[in-house]
Nanobody, 125 residues
Framework: QVQLVESGGRLVQAGDSLRLSCAASGRSFSSYAMAWYRQAPGKQRELVAAITTDGKTVYADSVEGRFTISRDNAKNTLYLQMNSLKSEDTAVFYC???????????????????WGQGTQVTVSS
């Protein structure tokens, strides 16, 4: 099985930038599609961004142009660079891994096999 550990979440001000990291254990990181999800209090979990095994990316409309998802297979690490943060970005961010290379519609269903514990991002306005 794959173990995922997120890091980098903290309190920041609106307009700031922040980079989240997700460290994966195991020998098969490069064979998994990876994604970031987030969940705010009282709201459903939602897709933020995803990246396939061959590097194709998808983004939620709310973060398009502000966030960038990337992966370093040699380091078994997934990243989410967040710029121009807004108060509505406040949420617990989760890293996830799955065996399917899909598109936005697929990843929005949250059908991933492995999940991290999450890291809190708080943006003050």
């Amino acid at each position: 099985q794959v173990q995922l550990v997120e890091s980098g979440g903290r309190l920041v001000q609106a307009g700031d930038s922040l980079r989240l990291s997700c460290a994966a254990s195991g020998r098969s990181f490069s064979s998994y599609a990876m994604a970031w999800y987030r969940q705010a209090p009282g709201k459903q979990r939602e897709l933020v961004a995803a990246i396939t095994t061959d590097g194709k990316t998808v983004y939620a409309d709310s973060v398009e142009g502000r966030f960038t998802i990337s992966r370093d297979n040699a380091k078994n690490t997934l990243y989410l660079q967040m710029n121009s943060l807004k108060s509505e970005d406040t949420a617990v961010f989760y890293c996830a891994a799955g065996s399917v290379d899909g598109g936005r519609s697929y990843y929005s269903r949250g059908l991933m096999e492995y999940w991290g514990q999450g890291t809190q991002v708080t943006v003050s306005s």
